[in-house]
């Protein structure tokens, strides 16, 4: 579908991936979800490390995290079933349907 989308960017397609009025967007739900999955612990020559901060809590990530996934995720499954409904314009269409970004987390990790 890149070709399709570059060639002939279809607005209604980009109003489906970037909402100007609410200012949402899968693509940055996705983003924060691996930015800040990626920075929980930092990668040194010994292995991963967890920095310390003097007067301060720890506290997990993990809440937002799985929020910002799950609203990509049904945001996702959205855009699908538009773009399954205008199948006559999108005709390379066939997504991975067991790609990681059709499904939603829990902290339980099922």
Excluded: H
């Excluded at 579908?1 to 607005?11: G, H, K, Q, R, T």
């Excluded at 691996?34 to 901060?53: A, D, K, L, M």
């Excluded at 609203?71 to 390379?92: A, E, G, L, T």
């Amino acid at each position: 579908m890149y070709n399709e989308f570059v060639i002939a960017p279809d607005l209604d397609l980009k109003s489906k991936l970037i909402d100007d009025v609410s200012r949402q967007s899968p693509i940055a739900y996705y983003v924060y979800y691996w930015f800040v999955r990626n920075r929980i612990t930092e990668t040194v020559g010994i292995g991963e490390i967890q920095g310390q901060s003097d007067n301060s809590t720890v506290v997990s990530p993990s809440e937002k995290m799985i929020k910002a996934w799950n609203n990509m995720v049904d945001d996702v499954n959205n855009i699908v079933y538009w773009i399954k409904c205008n199948k006559c314009d999108y005709p390379s269409f066939s997504p991975d349907l067991s790609s990681d970004i059709f499904f939603k987390i829990n902290t339980l990790g099922i």
